[in-house]
């Protein structure tokens, strides 16, 4: 367990690594094959024990052990007919994790690797998401094991409606505000919300975010999570007297966190070199097309190989990871343990700089180590990817209050949270004694969040 700290004697040292290696164990031994769940909350762990040192009181109130035991765990059958007739049964989840700060809040993700250890480990990171924002969110995360790819619209949007027949009853916008997440767009989302509003005879706008811009939708939301890991690059690169001004960046994925990552590192005087799906990657030397890339996965929602149709001088690479190219900042946007020890190593070869989370944990701890090694500035998702909740949250804002924001002004406020996130993981991580280490920071930040509300909020 890789537990650093500065400050403590080694006899106290010894003492708190103690117990978070039999609070991780008891973790792995309550929710046997999890890995997904088993990796967030090492992370964390290995993080923590400073703030733990400082603040004996979270030992005594047993915080660690409340925090990795999910308040709510719902699990439930999805049946739904397709075009042809046929009936499927996939199954459905909820982990409302923990409520501290506010209602539940976290996306739905659709995609045939959702299992119960994937919702949670979502569930888990998205407690200390939230926390960084500053916003008033607890941490939830769900989804099903329903694959959207191949399916028209009817079906769609029958296995959405079914989804929510169930799903209704456990959320509210002040119990538990859902979002989108991977294979849950804007379609998703719509059909969603007509069976949520069909069910409870409520136009409850704020029961869930992401919502079309004609339906009580926010400006800025789609672009969030993209934008705001890029603002956060932005930070992390000015804190050291640095641009995005000529830098070459690599961001893997093609979906919505990557679209808008390459059009805001575009913006910013940067060039993003490549991208990929799970077929393979392109590179095109002139800087990815943005126009050519959304016509292919938000009109077409064809492979990437489509893109070098219209832009013959880039190159398909089919079967080959992205990382192999090199760049000075790299943004994984895809999905979990995208980048492994190998991935790091050709990265550090290839000149980098800093690697900036997109995705929600896609660096496996191999690779962070890696990192960390050669110094290469690394930012957890927890911290960098936050802006999509922070904009969701926004959303309910408006929501609440009947309102709806310009674009400038929503993105402005997005800039200033992500600023804001960046300010105090690196202020945390000079407080504990680990300057420059955001993956500290950002958790011990998070957990001091919680931490003090829970505290205050009794034994619950």
């Known amino acids: 367990m890789r537990l650093g700290w500065n400050h403590v004697t080694p006899e106290v040292a010894l ?8 609070i991780f164990n008891t973790v792995v031994h309550r929710n046997p094959g999890e890995h997904e769940f088993h990796q967030a909350v090492r ?3 290995d993080s923590v024990a400073p703030a733990l040192d400082r603040h004996p009181d979270y030992v005594d109130a047993k915080i660690i052990e409340r925090i990795c035991e999910p308040e709510r765990q719902i699990i439930f059958r999805v049946p739904w007919e397709d075009d042809r007739g046929e009936v499927h049964i996939n199954r459905g989840f909820r982990v409302e994790f923990n409520s501290a700060l506010g209602p539940y809040k976290g996306g739905l993700r659709f995609h045939p690797s959702v299992y119960l250890g994937i919702v949670k480990f979502l569930g888990f ?3 200390f998401k939230n926390a960084l924002t500053g916003m008033p969110i607890g941490g939830g995360k769900g989804g099903s094991d329903f694959d959207p790819k191949g399916r028209s619209d009817r079906e769609v949007m029958r296995f959405c409606q079914s989804f929510m027949t169930e799903l209704y009853r456990h959320i509210g916008e002040y119990t538990d505000v859902p979002a989108g997440d991977i294979g849950v767009g804007g379609r998703e989302i719509g059909y969603l919300f007509g069976q949520y509003k069909r ?3 409520r136009y409850e706008s704020g029961v869930l975010t992401g919502k079309g811009l004609t339906y009580g939708g926010a400006q800025v939301r789609r672009e969030a ?3 705001g890991a890029v603002f956060f690059a932005e930070e992390m690169l000015r804190a050291v007297g640095d641009s995005f001004d000529g830098k070459r960046v690599v961001v893997s994925g093609s ?9 805001k590192v575009h913006q910013l005087g940067g060039t993003v070199v490549a991208c990929s799906d799970s077929s393979g990657y392109v590179y095109d030397e002139k800087g990815i097309d943005l126009d050519v890339l959304k016509d292919v996965k938000e009109v077409r929602r064809a492979r990437i190989d489509e893109y070098v149709e219209a832009r013959p001088h880039a190159s398909f690479v089919a079967g080959r990871g992205v990382w192999e190219v090199p760049c000075q900042v790299a943004v994984p946007s895809a999905t979990q343990n995208e980048i492994n020890e190998a ?3 050709s990265l550090i070869n290839g000149g980098c700089l800093i690697v900036v989370e997109g995705a929600n944990m896609p660096t496996s701890p191999e690779a ?6 050669a110094g290469v500035r690394f930012a957890p998702g927890k911290a960098a990817n936050a802006g999509g909740v922070a904009a969701s949250a926004l959303e309910m804002q408006q929501n609440a209050i009947r309102d709806s924001w310009t674009f400038p002004y929503s993105e402005q406020r997005l800039q200033t949270i992500m600023r804001d996130i960046h300010a105090r993981c690196h202020a945390t991580a000079e407080e504990y004694g680990m300057p420059g280490n955001y993956v500290a920071g950002a958790n011990i930040d998070g957990f001091r969040r919680v931490a003090e509300a829970m505290l205050a909020q009794g034994l619950i």
Not at 15 to 21: A, C, D, G, M, P
Not at 255 to 263: K, L, P, R, S
């Open 15 to 22: 003492s708190t690594q103690t117990k978070l290696e039999s």
């Open 43 to 45: 992370e964390v762990l």
């Open 125 to 127: 990171e998205q407690i």
């Open 199 to 201: 069910i409870t005879n």
């Open 225 to 227: 999570t993209g934008y």
């Open 255 to 263: 979906g919505n966190v990557a679209i808008y990552a390459i059009e």
């Open 343 to 345: 991935d790091a190593i």
């Open 368 to 373: 962070i180590r890696a990192f960390e090694q």
